[in-house]
Protein backbone atom coordinates (compact mmCIF):
# COMPACT_ATOMS: atom_id res chain seq x y z
CA UNK A 1 0.00 0.00 0.00
CA UNK A 2 1.52 3.15 -1.11
CA UNK A 3 1.70 6.35 0.81
CA UNK A 4 -0.88 8.03 -0.62
CA UNK A 5 -3.08 5.16 0.48
CA UNK A 6 -2.43 5.16 3.60
CA UNK A 7 -3.08 9.19 3.65
CA UNK A 8 -6.25 8.78 2.14
CA UNK A 9 -7.57 5.81 4.41
CA UNK A 10 -6.96 7.89 7.16
CA UNK A 11 -8.32 11.08 6.13
CA UNK A 12 -11.58 9.32 4.65
CA UNK A 13 -11.68 7.80 8.97
CA UNK A 14 -11.51 11.23 10.08
CA UNK A 15 -13.95 12.66 7.37
CA UNK A 16 -16.61 9.70 8.75
CA UNK A 17 -15.88 10.87 12.32
CA UNK A 18 -16.49 14.45 11.21
CA UNK A 19 -19.47 13.72 10.00
CA UNK A 20 -20.70 11.34 13.39
CA UNK A 21 -19.69 14.51 15.55
CA UNK A 22 -21.63 16.94 13.80
CA UNK A 23 -24.78 14.32 13.30
CA UNK A 24 -24.23 13.88 17.76
CA UNK A 25 -24.10 17.48 17.68
CA UNK A 26 -26.88 18.35 15.94
CA UNK A 27 -29.10 15.51 17.90
CA UNK A 28 -27.50 17.20 21.27
CA UNK A 29 -28.57 20.64 20.12
CA UNK A 30 -32.01 19.78 19.52
CA UNK A 31 -32.65 17.39 22.66
CA UNK A 32 -35.75 19.89 23.21
CA UNK A 33 -36.99 20.82 19.95
CA UNK A 34 -40.30 19.87 19.52
CA UNK A 35 -40.65 17.64 16.42
CA UNK A 36 -37.00 16.85 16.33
CA UNK A 37 -36.38 13.29 15.23
CA UNK A 38 -32.59 11.91 16.44
CA UNK A 39 -30.32 11.30 13.19
CA UNK A 40 -28.25 8.44 12.45
CA UNK A 41 -25.02 8.22 10.34
CA UNK A 42 -24.53 4.75 8.85
CA UNK A 43 -21.09 3.90 7.99
CA UNK A 44 -19.70 1.44 5.32
CA UNK A 45 -16.29 -0.27 4.33
CA UNK A 46 -14.30 1.55 1.37
CA UNK A 47 -12.47 -1.73 -0.70
CA UNK A 48 -10.43 -1.00 -3.35
CA UNK A 49 -8.94 -4.06 -5.02
CA UNK A 50 -10.03 -6.32 -2.60
CA UNK A 51 -8.50 -4.48 0.13
CA UNK A 52 -9.49 -1.97 2.69
CA UNK A 53 -9.35 1.94 2.03
CA UNK A 54 -11.22 3.47 5.05
CA UNK A 55 -14.74 4.36 5.46
CA UNK A 56 -17.34 6.55 4.32
CA UNK A 57 -21.07 7.72 5.76
CA UNK A 58 -23.46 5.50 3.75
CA UNK A 59 -26.23 7.91 4.42
CA UNK A 60 -27.64 10.11 7.48
CA UNK A 61 -30.93 8.48 8.46
CA UNK A 62 -33.53 9.13 11.00
CA UNK A 63 -33.66 7.17 13.61
CA UNK A 64 -37.96 6.11 13.63
CA UNK A 65 -39.59 2.34 13.26
CA UNK A 66 -41.85 2.76 10.43
CA UNK A 67 -44.57 0.52 12.96
CA UNK A 68 -43.97 3.37 15.94
CA UNK A 69 -44.82 6.14 13.20
CA UNK A 70 -47.94 4.49 12.21
CA UNK A 71 -49.23 3.50 15.35
CA UNK A 72 -47.98 7.23 16.85
CA UNK A 73 -49.81 9.01 13.22
CA UNK A 74 -52.88 6.61 14.04
CA UNK A 75 -52.97 7.67 17.80
CA UNK A 76 -52.62 11.33 17.13
CA UNK A 77 -55.57 11.25 14.47
CA UNK A 78 -57.99 9.77 16.96
CA UNK A 79 -56.93 12.18 19.89
CA UNK A 80 -57.38 15.05 17.30
CA UNK A 81 -61.21 13.70 16.56
CA UNK A 82 -61.78 13.16 20.12
CA UNK A 83 -60.42 16.47 21.51
CA UNK A 84 -62.03 18.74 19.14
CA UNK A 85 -65.59 16.77 19.54
CA UNK A 86 -64.96 17.36 23.74
CA UNK A 87 -64.08 20.70 22.97
CA UNK A 88 -67.57 21.14 21.03
CA UNK A 89 -69.66 19.50 22.77
CA UNK A 90 -68.94 20.67 26.29
CA UNK A 91 -69.83 23.78 24.91
CA UNK A 92 -73.26 22.61 24.01
CA UNK A 93 -73.94 21.03 27.43
CA UNK A 94 -72.82 24.44 29.26
CA UNK A 95 -75.50 25.80 27.41
CA UNK A 96 -77.77 23.88 29.98
CA UNK A 97 -76.29 24.48 32.62
CA UNK A 98 -75.75 21.99 35.84
CA UNK A 99 -78.43 19.53 35.42
CA UNK A 100 -78.32 19.53 39.30
CA UNK A 101 -77.74 22.74 40.50
CA UNK A 102 -80.78 25.68 41.16
CA UNK A 103 -80.27 27.97 38.12
CA UNK A 104 -79.99 25.76 34.86
CA UNK A 105 -82.44 24.98 31.96
CA UNK A 106 -83.68 21.52 33.69
CA UNK A 107 -84.20 23.83 37.52
CA UNK A 108 -86.27 25.94 34.99
CA UNK A 109 -88.64 23.34 33.72
CA UNK A 110 -89.23 22.21 37.52
CA UNK A 111 -89.89 25.58 38.59
CA UNK A 112 -92.21 25.94 35.63
CA UNK A 113 -94.33 23.15 37.06
CA UNK A 114 -93.90 23.75 40.45
CA UNK A 115 -95.70 27.49 39.49
CA UNK A 116 -98.39 25.84 38.38
CA UNK A 117 -99.26 23.60 41.14
CA UNK A 118 -98.78 26.54 43.42
CA UNK A 119 -101.49 28.43 41.58
CA UNK A 120 -103.22 25.09 41.66
CA UNK A 121 -103.99 25.16 45.40
CA UNK A 122 -104.60 29.43 45.20
CA UNK A 123 -106.49 29.62 41.71
CA UNK A 124 -107.75 33.20 42.51
CA UNK A 125 -104.24 34.42 43.05
CA UNK A 126 -103.32 36.53 40.05
CA UNK A 127 -99.65 36.92 41.28
CA UNK A 128 -99.51 32.82 41.64
CA UNK A 129 -101.27 32.94 37.86
CA UNK A 130 -98.76 35.81 36.39
CA UNK A 131 -95.47 34.18 37.93
CA UNK A 132 -96.42 30.73 36.40
CA UNK A 133 -97.23 32.65 33.60
CA UNK A 134 -93.64 34.33 33.63
CA UNK A 135 -91.65 31.32 34.18
CA UNK A 136 -93.17 29.55 31.40
CA UNK A 137 -92.64 32.16 28.85
CA UNK A 138 -89.21 32.63 30.39
CA UNK A 139 -88.48 28.90 29.99
CA UNK A 140 -88.99 28.58 26.07
CA UNK A 141 -87.60 32.27 25.84
CA UNK A 142 -84.10 30.36 26.94
CA UNK A 143 -84.63 26.88 24.91
CA UNK A 144 -85.16 29.09 21.97
CA UNK A 145 -81.64 31.11 23.16
CA UNK A 146 -80.06 27.35 23.67
CA UNK A 147 -81.46 26.19 20.29
CA UNK A 148 -79.69 29.31 18.48
CA UNK A 149 -76.19 28.96 20.28
CA UNK A 150 -76.43 25.44 19.36
CA UNK A 151 -76.63 26.30 15.81
CA UNK A 152 -73.72 29.15 16.63
CA UNK A 153 -71.50 25.82 17.67
CA UNK A 154 -72.14 24.55 14.56
CA UNK A 155 -71.35 27.50 12.40
CA UNK A 156 -67.78 27.25 14.83
CA UNK A 157 -67.15 24.16 13.51
CA UNK A 158 -68.00 24.65 9.93
CA UNK A 159 -65.54 27.34 10.01
CA UNK A 160 -63.26 25.40 11.70
CA UNK A 161 -63.57 22.42 8.64
CA UNK A 162 -62.62 25.50 6.55
CA UNK A 163 -59.57 26.60 8.10
CA UNK A 164 -58.48 22.75 8.65
CA UNK A 165 -59.05 22.04 5.00
CA UNK A 166 -56.40 25.73 3.98
CA UNK A 167 -54.24 23.86 6.71
CA UNK A 168 -54.39 20.92 5.14
CA UNK A 169 -53.47 22.27 1.80
CA UNK A 170 -50.55 24.52 2.96
CA UNK A 171 -48.67 20.68 4.92
CA UNK A 172 -49.73 19.06 1.96
CA UNK A 173 -47.58 21.58 -1.15
CA UNK A 174 -44.76 21.71 1.94
CA UNK A 175 -44.60 17.68 2.17
CA UNK A 176 -44.60 17.61 -1.72
CA UNK A 177 -42.26 20.08 -1.77
CA UNK A 178 -39.62 18.50 0.69
CA UNK A 179 -40.29 15.44 -1.29
CA UNK A 180 -38.52 17.11 -4.07
CA UNK A 181 -35.19 17.97 -1.97
CA UNK A 182 -34.89 15.01 -0.24
CA UNK A 183 -34.96 12.85 -3.98
CA UNK A 184 -32.32 15.07 -4.99
CA UNK A 185 -30.18 14.86 -2.29
CA UNK A 186 -30.50 11.02 -2.28
CA UNK A 187 -29.50 11.06 -5.74
CA UNK A 188 -26.35 12.78 -5.10
CA UNK A 189 -25.81 10.98 -1.71
CA UNK A 190 -26.16 14.27 -0.01
CA UNK A 191 -27.37 15.05 3.42
CA UNK A 192 -31.45 14.95 3.94
CA UNK A 193 -31.98 14.36 7.36
CA UNK A 194 -33.12 18.08 7.51
CA UNK A 195 -35.05 17.95 4.75
CA UNK A 196 -36.65 14.46 6.34
CA UNK A 197 -36.91 16.07 9.98
CA UNK A 198 -38.70 19.04 8.70
CA UNK A 199 -41.31 16.97 6.52
CA UNK A 200 -41.76 14.32 9.97
CA UNK A 201 -42.88 17.52 11.55
CA UNK A 202 -45.45 18.17 8.87
CA UNK A 203 -46.93 14.47 8.30
CA UNK A 204 -47.46 14.99 11.97
CA UNK A 205 -49.77 17.89 12.02
CA UNK A 206 -51.14 16.43 9.05
CA UNK A 207 -51.97 13.77 10.83
CA UNK A 208 -53.89 15.58 13.26
CA UNK A 209 -56.16 16.44 10.87
CA UNK A 210 -56.98 13.36 9.22
CA UNK A 211 -56.19 9.80 9.29
CA UNK A 212 -53.21 8.86 6.93
CA UNK A 213 -50.80 5.77 5.55
CA UNK A 214 -47.31 6.98 4.58
CA UNK A 215 -44.80 4.90 2.96
CA UNK A 216 -41.11 5.40 1.97
CA UNK A 217 -40.80 6.36 -2.03
CA UNK A 218 -37.73 4.26 -3.29
CA UNK A 219 -36.11 7.74 -4.80
CA UNK A 220 -36.76 9.64 -1.27
CA UNK A 221 -39.64 11.90 0.54
CA UNK A 222 -42.65 9.70 1.67
CA UNK A 223 -45.92 8.99 -0.24
CA UNK A 224 -49.16 9.87 1.67
CA UNK A 225 -52.28 8.65 1.37
CA UNK A 226 -55.68 8.91 3.87
CA UNK A 227 -56.66 6.05 5.44
CA UNK A 228 -59.14 5.21 2.73
CA UNK A 229 -56.60 5.61 -0.09
CA UNK A 230 -57.18 8.79 -1.52
CA UNK A 231 -53.66 9.91 -2.43
CA UNK A 232 -52.22 13.15 -0.85
CA UNK A 233 -48.32 13.82 -1.70
CA UNK A 234 -45.90 11.50 -3.48
CA UNK A 235 -46.86 12.14 -7.04
CA UNK A 236 -47.66 16.05 -6.92
CA UNK A 237 -49.41 17.43 -4.19
CA UNK A 238 -53.53 17.12 -3.66
CA UNK A 239 -55.63 19.52 -3.20
CA UNK A 240 -58.78 19.90 -0.76
CA UNK A 241 -61.63 22.15 -1.31
CA UNK A 242 -64.57 23.16 0.79
CA UNK A 243 -66.47 26.16 0.62
CA UNK A 244 -68.24 26.33 4.23
CA UNK A 245 -71.70 27.93 4.75
CA UNK A 246 -72.26 31.46 6.26
CA UNK A 247 -74.96 31.55 9.29
CA UNK A 248 -76.13 28.34 9.87
CA UNK A 249 -79.45 27.02 10.88
CA UNK A 250 -80.81 23.73 11.42
CA UNK A 251 -81.74 23.59 8.05
CA UNK A 252 -78.71 24.17 6.10
CA UNK A 253 -77.38 22.13 3.86
CA UNK A 254 -73.12 21.85 4.19
CA UNK A 255 -71.44 21.55 0.89
CA UNK A 256 -69.15 18.57 -0.25
CA UNK A 257 -65.27 17.97 1.19
CA UNK A 258 -63.56 17.14 -2.48
CA UNK A 259 -60.19 15.94 -2.68
CA UNK A 260 -58.68 16.28 -6.57
CA UNK A 261 -55.85 14.20 -6.46
CA UNK A 262 -52.47 14.76 -8.46
CA UNK A 263 -53.91 12.89 -11.35
CA UNK A 264 -57.13 14.88 -11.30
CA UNK A 265 -59.18 12.05 -9.67
CA UNK A 266 -61.84 14.06 -7.29
CA UNK A 267 -63.46 12.14 -4.25
CA UNK A 268 -64.90 13.04 -1.11
CA UNK A 269 -63.22 13.52 1.87
CA UNK A 270 -65.80 11.56 3.90
CA UNK A 271 -65.30 8.83 2.39
CA UNK A 272 -61.75 8.77 2.88
CA UNK A 273 -61.00 9.44 6.19
CA UNK A 274 -61.97 7.91 9.89
CA UNK A 275 -60.96 9.91 12.08
CA UNK A 276 -58.44 13.19 12.72
CA UNK A 277 -59.72 16.94 13.79
CA UNK A 278 -62.04 17.22 10.28
CA UNK A 279 -63.93 13.84 11.06
CA UNK A 280 -64.55 15.21 14.67
CA UNK A 281 -65.51 18.76 13.41
CA UNK A 282 -68.09 16.89 10.92
CA UNK A 283 -69.42 14.61 13.09
CA UNK A 284 -69.98 17.37 15.85
CA UNK A 285 -71.86 19.32 13.15
CA UNK A 286 -73.69 17.00 11.16
CA UNK A 287 -74.26 14.62 13.78
CA UNK A 288 -74.03 15.52 17.70
CA UNK A 289 -75.19 19.02 17.44
CA UNK A 290 -78.17 18.25 15.72
CA UNK A 291 -79.06 15.16 17.80
CA UNK A 292 -78.80 17.62 21.31
CA UNK A 293 -80.82 20.30 19.24
CA UNK A 294 -83.59 17.86 18.61
CA UNK A 295 -83.34 16.37 22.65
CA UNK A 296 -83.94 19.78 23.60
CA UNK A 297 -87.09 20.20 21.02
CA UNK A 298 -88.32 17.08 21.93
CA UNK A 299 -88.14 17.66 25.82
CA UNK A 300 -89.70 21.70 25.04
CA UNK A 301 -92.65 19.74 22.80
CA UNK A 302 -93.35 17.48 25.69
CA UNK A 303 -93.20 20.44 28.21
CA UNK A 304 -95.75 22.47 26.04
CA UNK A 305 -97.75 19.45 25.23
CA UNK A 306 -98.24 18.76 29.29
CA UNK A 307 -99.53 22.07 30.11
CA UNK A 308 -101.71 22.33 26.66
CA UNK A 309 -103.34 19.16 28.01
CA UNK A 310 -103.92 20.49 31.16
CA UNK A 311 -105.60 23.56 29.32
CA UNK A 312 -107.44 21.90 26.97
CA UNK A 313 -109.17 20.16 29.67
CA UNK A 314 -110.07 23.07 31.44
CA UNK A 315 -112.50 25.99 30.12
CA UNK A 316 -112.09 29.78 30.79
CA UNK A 317 -114.80 31.36 32.69
CA UNK A 318 -116.81 33.31 30.72
CA UNK A 319 -115.88 30.68 27.56
CA UNK A 320 -113.80 33.32 24.51
CA UNK A 321 -116.12 33.84 21.77
CA UNK A 322 -113.81 32.09 19.75
CA UNK A 323 -111.32 28.67 19.56
CA UNK A 324 -108.84 28.44 17.22
CA UNK A 325 -106.40 25.59 17.03
CA UNK A 326 -102.98 24.88 16.38
CA UNK A 327 -101.90 23.97 12.52
CA UNK A 328 -102.19 20.33 12.67
CA UNK A 329 -100.17 19.71 9.65
CA UNK A 330 -103.19 17.39 8.18
CA UNK A 331 -106.19 17.76 6.14
CA UNK A 332 -109.29 17.65 8.32
CA UNK A 333 -110.57 14.44 7.10
CA UNK A 334 -107.10 12.89 8.30
CA UNK A 335 -107.40 14.89 11.09
CA UNK A 336 -110.15 13.81 12.46
CA UNK A 337 -110.29 10.43 11.62
CA UNK A 338 -109.44 7.43 14.42
CA UNK A 339 -110.55 9.41 17.44
CA UNK A 340 -112.38 7.22 20.39
CA UNK A 341 -114.13 8.28 23.23
CA UNK A 342 -116.81 11.15 23.62
CA UNK A 343 -116.75 14.98 23.75
CA UNK A 344 -119.09 17.98 24.06
CA UNK A 345 -118.71 21.63 22.04
CA UNK A 346 -121.25 23.75 23.91
CA UNK A 347 -122.20 27.38 23.48
CA UNK A 348 -122.65 29.47 26.90
CA UNK A 349 -124.12 32.94 27.27
CA UNK A 350 -122.03 34.92 30.06
CA UNK A 351 -123.50 33.55 32.62
CA UNK A 352 -122.15 30.06 31.43
CA UNK A 353 -125.54 28.67 30.83
CA UNK A 354 -125.14 26.32 27.92
CA UNK A 355 -127.58 27.53 24.78
CA UNK A 356 -126.59 25.04 22.28
CA UNK A 357 -124.94 21.65 22.60
CA UNK A 358 -123.16 19.27 20.02
CA UNK A 359 -122.33 15.98 21.56
CA UNK A 360 -119.79 13.85 19.77
CA UNK A 361 -119.22 10.11 19.84
CA UNK A 362 -116.03 8.74 18.27
CA UNK A 363 -115.68 5.73 17.01
CA UNK A 364 -112.46 5.33 14.35
CA UNK A 365 -113.67 6.34 11.09
CA UNK A 366 -117.32 6.23 12.53
CA UNK A 367 -118.59 9.30 14.59
CA UNK A 368 -122.12 10.82 15.26
CA UNK A 369 -123.21 14.47 16.19
CA UNK A 370 -125.92 14.16 19.04
CA UNK A 371 -126.87 10.98 17.86
CA UNK A 372 -126.75 11.75 13.69
CA UNK A 373 -124.02 9.67 11.82
CA UNK A 374 -121.48 11.22 9.90
CA UNK A 375 -118.17 10.72 8.17
CA UNK A 376 -114.43 12.65 8.39
CA UNK A 377 -115.65 14.40 5.55
CA UNK A 378 -118.89 15.43 6.15
CA UNK A 379 -118.16 16.30 9.78
CA UNK A 380 -118.10 19.93 9.52
CA UNK A 381 -120.91 20.60 8.08
CA UNK A 382 -122.77 18.05 10.68
CA UNK A 383 -121.03 19.57 13.48
CA UNK A 384 -122.76 23.29 12.44
CA UNK A 385 -126.14 21.62 11.67
CA UNK A 386 -126.32 20.55 14.88
CA UNK A 387 -124.60 23.70 16.21
CA UNK A 388 -127.88 24.99 15.12
CA UNK A 389 -126.57 28.48 14.23
CA UNK A 390 -125.07 29.30 17.61
CA UNK A 391 -121.54 28.85 16.69
CA UNK A 392 -119.53 27.87 13.46
CA UNK A 393 -116.19 25.26 13.04
CA UNK A 394 -114.25 26.00 10.13
CA UNK A 395 -110.98 24.68 9.08
CA UNK A 396 -108.44 26.62 7.07
CA UNK A 397 -104.98 25.93 6.51
CA UNK A 398 -104.64 23.53 8.94
CA UNK A 399 -106.14 24.74 12.00
CA UNK A 400 -109.85 23.85 13.25
CA UNK A 401 -111.73 27.19 14.56
CA UNK A 402 -115.12 27.42 16.36
CA UNK A 403 -116.80 30.71 16.62
CA UNK A 404 -119.94 31.64 18.58
CA UNK A 405 -122.23 34.08 17.52
CA UNK A 406 -123.09 37.16 19.66
CA UNK A 407 -121.64 37.40 23.08
CA UNK A 408 -121.97 33.79 23.45
CA UNK A 409 -118.78 32.14 24.25
CA UNK A 410 -117.25 28.30 23.03
CA UNK A 411 -115.88 24.96 25.40
CA UNK A 412 -115.52 22.16 24.77
CA UNK A 413 -115.41 18.51 27.19
CA UNK A 414 -114.91 15.30 27.27
CA UNK A 415 -116.82 12.63 28.93
CA UNK A 416 -115.57 12.06 32.19
CA UNK A 417 -116.30 7.79 32.04
CA UNK A 418 -115.09 7.53 28.42
CA UNK A 419 -113.11 11.11 27.11
CA UNK A 420 -112.58 11.55 23.53
CA UNK A 421 -108.57 10.32 22.80
CA UNK A 422 -106.25 10.28 19.73
CA UNK A 423 -103.29 9.35 19.89
CA UNK A 424 -102.58 9.89 23.61
CA UNK A 425 -104.99 13.55 23.37
CA UNK A 426 -108.79 14.49 23.53
CA UNK A 427 -109.86 16.20 20.73
CA UNK A 428 -109.83 19.93 22.06
CA UNK A 429 -106.28 19.05 22.69
CA UNK A 430 -105.02 17.39 19.33
CA UNK A 431 -106.51 20.36 17.13
CA UNK A 432 -105.27 22.73 20.29
CA UNK A 433 -108.35 24.60 20.51
CA UNK A 434 -107.53 26.03 24.19
CA UNK A 435 -104.21 25.61 24.33
CA UNK A 436 -101.92 27.81 26.49
CA UNK A 437 -98.41 27.36 24.85
CA UNK A 438 -99.04 27.90 20.91
CA UNK A 439 -96.67 27.73 17.33
CA UNK A 440 -96.87 28.19 14.35
CA UNK A 441 -96.33 25.31 12.71
CA UNK A 442 -96.72 21.66 13.77
CA UNK A 443 -94.65 20.60 16.39
CA UNK A 444 -95.87 16.89 17.95
CA UNK A 445 -93.68 14.00 18.59
Do not use: C
Amino acid sequence: MSLNAIMNTANSGLAAAQTQLRVISDNVSNVNTPGYVRKIAEQQTLVSQGMGSGVEVARIRLATDRFLQAASLSSGAEAAREGVRYELYDRIQSLFGDPGGKTGFFAQVDAVFAAFSASGEDPTSSPRRQDALFKTQALFDEAGRIAKSIQAVRQDADSRVQSAVEKANSLIEQIEGLNQQIARATATKGDASGAETAQSSLVGQLAELMDIRVSTRPVGGVSIRTGNGALLAGEGAATISYNRAGTVTSETVFNEIIITEPGGLKKSLLDSINSGELKGLIELRDKEAPAAAERLAELITHVADELNRAHNANSAVPPPTTLTGRNVGQSFETAIAGFTGRSTVAVTNAAGVIQQRADIVFSGSTMTVNGVATTPANFLADLNTQLGGAATATFVDGKLTIAATGTNGVAIADDATTPSSKGGRGFSHYFGLNDLISTDSPALY
